[in-house]
């Protein structure tokens, strides 16, 4: 969102107005001097004028210009709608998928440059994940704060999650989970999961039951990544909101510093929503403070999470680090991935409702082969004399997409890539290619899913001190 005023964008000066918002709170708080706090004042009236000529909207705290229809002239290239991305729904026109350089300007997210991924190379030790280097994770909120804290010995927290909404997952699921398992190892830090089993009550047609049984058998395909059970709580909102009066008083907090208004204009919610709806961002906000896991950090409120997510959750977070500082807590960091293209096409995310979409975890290497074979869209040409001839487009490639995703050498992927742009190599070649990567690798995972049992499942799930100093 570029409308300027003075130079700043609609972005920056709702940052500028949130920041004056705790400003004119902080000198009130302080009772500070009257001609201060009349001048704190006037200002954010001034810019609140400001806001409402670039935007046309009132500004409301907590809903960044972003969460709403800021400008009329948002369309795609193609002349169609912009893409659609919220936390429920992923569509685009394009083939090519979501554009995400402009979701990072209407998010007012920070793009993962090579200087960004060269530095977490640095202050890690360790080559950078091929997520990063291929840029699947693309966009980040504050991740060089993280890495200036971590480099003066002052530690961080990993927090990502899962809506458990059916008994298998699929290979879109994993990818959160592969990059964080990966944050984890090479920053040596604790983690938790939050397995939202009460959101998915809210919004799905599914008994409670059902919901909880879900998270459980979810949590197995999560612990079958890899995960050090010594740093890892994973957590059933169910079972721990109940048990836990410090989890449960930052719910409340969040619950306090944000309207009605804020969340209809975050998440697009209607007075017809039930009120479990309405009040739910607040549960997904809550891990995202330290103080909401006492066994792990003793208490303590000031050390920092870093949420790796799918971008479509960021609204959630854009809300969390608006509220973070009225109450007392560090704002949380992100990195935001790309979304893993449905079979079809990248023109939507995978559904765990639609078998076909998607390559699930319990798949046979004959349904793998399968599927990939009849479903994954092509950006082949018709015949194998066009092809040879004028070369595939790996851009819209389903198949070649997803090799971007596990294929681990970057040499191979790169000269796959040109083979089939030039024309050597087949749509039918290339398939071979994914198949190959992916029956190894979901039969790997599945015989670890075996070995994990019910006893482990629960180790991971007990509220526990975790094997951390900080």
């Not at 959160?176 to 009550?201: A, M, N, R, S």
């Amino acid at each position: 969102v570029i409308d300027c005023v003075g130079g700043a964008t609609t972005m920056e000066l709702y940052e500028q107005l949130t920041a004056q918002g705790d400003k004119v709170r902080s000198l009130k708080t302080a009772k500070a001097d009257k001609a201060d706090v009349d001048a704190a004042i006037q200002l954010l009236l001034k810019l609140k004028v400001d806001y409402k000529e670039v935007t046309g909207q009132d500004y409301k705290a907590g809903c960044p210009p972003s969460g709403t229809a800021v400008s009329n002239d948002r369309q795609s290239e193609n002349g169609g709608e912009e893409d659609t991305v919220d936390p429920w729904n992923v569509a685009t026109n394009s083939a090519k998928g979501v554009d995400y350089d402009k979701l990072i300007v209407r998010f007012g997210s920070s793009k993962i440059d090579q200087e960004l991924v060269d530095r977490i190379e640095k202050v890690s030790g360790q080559k950078p994940h091929r997520f990063l280097r291929r840029g699947i994770f693309f966009s980040h909120r504050d991740m060089n704060q993280v890495l200036d804290a971590y480099e003066k010995q002052k530690s961080f927290y990993l927090y990502t999650g899962r809506g458990p909404s059916s008994q298998a997952m699929h290979v879109g699921h994993l990818i959160p989970f592969v990059f964080t398992k990966w944050l984890q190892d090479v920053f040596d830090i604790p983690l938790v999961i939050q397995l939202t089993d009460d959101e998915k009550y809210l919004w799905k047609d599914l008994s409670l039951e059902d919901c909880h049984r879900f998270a459980e058998e979810n949590a197995k395909d999560i612990i079958a990544c890899g995960f050090d059970v010594n740093k890892t709580f994973i957590f059933s909102d169910l079972d721990y909101m109940g048990s836990s009066p410090e989890f449960y008083r930052n719910v409340v907090k969040v619950q306090k510093h944000v309207t009605f208004n804020q969340v209809k204009g975050i998440f697009g919610f209607s007075d017809s929503d039930c009120i479990g709806k309405i009040s739910f961002p607040a549960i997904q906000a809550a891990p995202a403070f330290s103080s909401s896991f006492p066994q792990i950090f003793k208490g303590r409120k000031d050390v920092q999470c870093l949420i790796p997510c799918a971008i479509d959750q960021d609204p959630y977070f854009r809300m969390t680090r608006d509220v973070a500082p009225r109450i007392g807590y560090p704002k949380p960091a992100l990195l935001h991935s790309t979304f893993f293209p449905a079979l079809q096409g990248a023109q939507t995310k995978m559904s765990a409702s639609d078998a076909n979409s998607s390559i699930f975890l319990t798949d046979t290497p004959k349904q793998i082969k399968n599927k990939v074979n009849k479903h994954a869209f092509s950006g082949g040409k018709d015949t194998i004399e066009e092809h040879r001839e004028q070369g595939g487009n790996p851009d819209i490639d389903v198949a070649f997409m997803y090799l971007t995703f596990f294929m681990e050498d970057d040499e191979q992927l790169e000269k796959i890539r040109q083979d089939y742009t030039s024309g050597i190599l087949l749509t039918g070649e290339l398939k071979k290619m994914l198949i190959e990567t992916l029956q190894p690798m979901i039969t790997a995972h599945q015989e670890n899913r075996k070995n994990v049992t019910d006893e482990m499942v629960k180790q991971f799930m007990t509220p526990r001190p975790l094997n951390f100093n900080f």
